[in-house]
């Protein structure tokens, strides 16, 4: 079945740095990916939709400086998290809308730490 | 605006006792409905969908769920729990089956199954 993955699975880093998060789609094309933000033991949070070859849109309260979406091809997304700072440790999950069908695919998340 | 609720942060079976973990939603058009499973530290996956085909809907690891339009509702339900069902369920709407299709989470049903 198609695979969705993400690098790192987990990632700590010093307050003040930035830290970059890979999605893929393994072996389909995915012209609609998602980031969500998932603090614990609570839901996903919906923080942007990532178009290829386009901007992508954020949702509200979402800051797109700090949160930076690239989707330059049809299988790789990435999330940058600029000048993360501790209140940004959370567990990132991207998702890829399923071709010609309804849903997603989601991707095993990564772990972020600010320490 | 669409909008999931989830009844029971918490439910805890006995192992061979029935499942039944609820979900009801609000949308202002037909909706489209899906079930997730997470397990700890991972991504999420897909249990089954409600895309206005039937509304009874078998998905995987025995799992079903039906669509309930007079009382806006879409269950989930397992006739025997295992040992291996417990995670955290989480209902799902999208309005849309064409474009960006967003999913809008409730907030999750964590389930434990005792021995």
């Known amino acids: 079945g198609a695979v969705v993955s993400q690098h790192p699975s987990w990632v700590i880093c010093k307050s003040g740095t930035s830290v970059k998060i890979e999605c893929r789609s393994l072996d389909f094309q995915a012209t609609t990916m998602f980031w969500y933000r998932q603090f614990p033991k609570q839901s996903l949070m919906l923080m942007a939709t990532s178009n290829e070859g386009s901007k992508a849109t954020y949702e509200q309260g979402v800051e797109k400086d700090k949160f930076l979406i690239n989707h330059a091809s049809l299988t790789l997304s990435t999330l940058t998290v600029t000048s993360a700072h501790p209140e940004d440790s959370s567990f990132y999950i991207c998702?890829?809308?399923?071709?010609?069908?309804?849903?997603?695919?989601f991707g095993p998340g990564t772990r972020l730490t600010v320490t | 605006a669409q909008s999931v609720t989830q009844l029971g942060s918490h439910v805890s079976v006995s192992e061979g006792a029935l499942v039944l973990l609820r979900c009801n939603y609000s949308s202002s058009v037909p909706p489209y409905l899906f079930w997730y499973v997470q397990y700890p530290n991972q991504g999420l996956q897909l249990l089954l969908k409600y895309t206005s085909a039937a509304t009874l809907v078998k998905g995987i690891n025995g799992f079903e769920a039906e669509f309930k339009k007079s009382e806006t509702s879409f269950h989930l339900t397992k006739p025997s729990a295992h040992m291996s069902d417990a995670a955290e369920y989480f209902c799902?709407?999208?309005?849309?089956?064409?474009?960006?299709?967003?999913?809008?989470f409730g907030q999750g049903t964590r389930l434990t199954i005792n021995p």
């Open positions: 998702s890829a809308r399923i071709p010609a069908g309804l849903g997603q695919y």
């Open positions: 799902a709407v999208s309005e849309t089956a064409a474009g960006a299709q967003k999913l809008v």
